[in-house]
């Protein structure tokens, strides 16, 4: 396509791109105002910027940020290392044995891809009821860990399939087992897809709702995503302490993203993109 | 399948009492029909908007790819924090609403509690957080067809919407295909927008959802029985659904 005006196209395409981003714009920069003057002028620059939002957010008496913070980190961080490396042996033994019951094992985990969380919260709460983990970190790392195994599988298992035997067959010849092999010579070469596997599940597990609304809380406290929804009342006016309690809960992911963009972006579209 | 409640222990076997019971409930049949609804606007419209934003950002140039990370940032907040953003715009004394008055608007719509809005803007919602992925998918798809391929048909003389017709949208297929299988199960599944935008309002359930259903029906009210069956038809609902479009969706693929 050749335009015959050469800077209409970037033009527009800004412009677009600009009024896709006026939410963003308002939600950011309406953190550094009073809340008065949000309502009074949501899109107006902040002046004089003031950080009584952030500060207001950080300092609250019952701790919702903070609590939030570290209940957030721990369940993402034992949610994805629990779910990645599982997923990466679980991968490696079904794709290397080939035999009936690990198609039948592929097959049940590539059904779970499917299936929306709200159709089985009802019987995880009462499994979980049952062994007595439920409103825990631990009852709620396991449902992650399970819920989201088989789209790490699927991504490893497509993985496991280029790399080449021979080497595998050379650990063995030199006396290594089956773990070792796994780790020392298949887990490393998996870098690549151990990357998107966490990134993507990193944000999923980070931006969660169902999950830690239901089996988390309120026992345990709850994550930062569950904050957000706590701190707005039914006839949330407040605007200027809302924005800033989401910015500091997103802050983690967002830092993550501007720094790994193109991981992110391959992560989260990975696999589904290769033809 | 039991009737049972918390507060009285002892279950028995209803068999498909509450499957008849839901069939005939006008609340789930409204739910299901929102769901439906939502699935068909975010799928229609992400994927219109999607192509088209990609085509514009298709040229190499630091601009262009500031502009594809401007698309993407939504797709890595969470739903809460979309909707939030969403409330806070579009709520009765909302940024839009108090930005309306301010310009001589008297009675400014109830984007969220009126009935004949608040459906289009929870959809409409969902479909600016999910464009980023869209954009991204199309791109990758635009990026696989050869430079020959258009150059070869722009010199046979056929014009930009030819061009469009015979190669770029045939080629386009598997993007296509992806981004419309994808955003299916999204908006299938859609829980959080409707707790933050609405709690399944205006009414009892201008906005629920067949999840929001499910959870309301199983926590809040109590009748694990019945929102076991609803969990039931989604999930078959959901099933028939995602692999009639994958089906349909391959096959014009593999026509190609």
């Known amino acids: 396509m050749k335009t015959r005006i050469p800077w209409l196209r970037p033009l527009f395409a800004t412009g677009v791109a600009g009024v896709f981003c006026l939410p963003l714009y308002v939600a950011l920069v309406n953190v550094f105002k009073p809340s008065a003057d949000v309502v009074a002028s949501p899109l107006a620059l902040p002046a004089p910027p003031t950080l009584e939002n952030l500060q207001q957010v950080l300092t609250r008496p019952d701790g919702l940020y903070w609590y939030g913070l570290v209940n957030s980190l721990m369940l993402t961080a034992a949610s994805i290392l629990i779910t990645t490396v599982l997923a990466a042996m679980a991968a490696y033994r079904l794709v290397r044995s080939g035999r009936w019951w690990s198609r039948a094992v592929i097959a049940v985990m590539l059904t779970g891809l499917m299936i929306p969380p709200a159709v089985i919260i009802l019987p995880v709460t009462r499994i979980l009821d049952a062994v007595g983990l439920m409103h825990t970190m631990p009852g709620a790392v396991l449902v992650n860990v399970g819920y989201y195994l088989p789209f790490a599988m699927l991504v490893f298992m497509g993985f496991v399939r280029s790399i080449p035997r021979e080497l595998e067959e050379a650990a063995a010849v030199d006396g290594a087992g089956l773990f070792r092999t796994f780790w020392q010579v298949v887990f490393p070469l998996l870098r690549p897809a151990s990357a998107s596997v966490l990134i993507f599940l990193g944000v999923w597990v980070w931006n969660d709702f169902l999950t830690p609304l239901l089996v988390l809380g309120p026992g345990a406290g709850n994550t930062v995503t569950v904050g957000i929804f706590r701190s707005i009342g039914p006839y949330q006016q407040d605007f200027g302490a809302v924005f800033a309690f989401m910015l500091l809960a997103t802050l983690p992911v967002l830092v993550l993203y501007l720094a790994f963009q193109k991981h992110f972006v391959r992560g989260l579209t990975g696999g589904a993109t290769k033809g | ?256």
Do not use: C
């Open chain 2, 1 to 256: 399948m039991t009737d049972e409640r918390a507060t009285r222990p002892k279950t028995s076997f209803v068999g498909l009492d509450n499957y008849r019971l839901l069939i005939q409930d006008e609340g789930f049949r409204h739910s299901l029909w929102n769901t439906v609804i939502i699935t068909v606007i975010v799928v229609l419209l992400t994927n219109v908007l999607g192509l088209a934003i990609a085509l514009l950002l298709r040229k190499q140039g630091r601009l262009y790819s500031l502009l594809r990370s401007v698309y993407f940032t939504p797709v890595i907040l969470s739903a809460v924090v979309v909707s939030v953003i969403g409330r806070s715009i579009l709520a009765d004394k909302g940024l839009l609403n108090s930005t309306l008055v301010s310009m001589g608007v008297d009675n400014p719509p109830g984007w969220l509690t009126d009935p004949s809005y608040a459906l289009y803007s929870v959809s409409g919602i969902m479909v600016w957080q999910m464009l980023g992925f869209a954009v991204v998918v199309y791109l990758a798809g635009l990026a696989g067809i050869p430079v020959e391929l258009e150059e070869a048909a722009s010199l046979d003389g056929a014009g930009p919407w030819q061009q469009f017709r015979a190669i770029t949208w045939p080629m386009l297929a598997p993007a296509l295909t992806i981004n419309t299988v994808m955003l299916m199960i999204s908006s299938f599944k859609i829980y959080d927008q409707i707790a933050v935008l609405t709690n399944g309002g205006p009414g009892t359930d201008g906005t629920a959802t067949v999840a929001f259903d499910v959870v309301r029906t199983a926590f809040s009210e109590q009748r694990p029985g019945v929102a076991s069956a609803m969990a039931g038809i989604m999930l078959v609902v959901v099933a028939i659904a995602s692999v009639t479009t994958l089906r349909l969706l391959q096959r014009r693929e593999a026509n190609l």
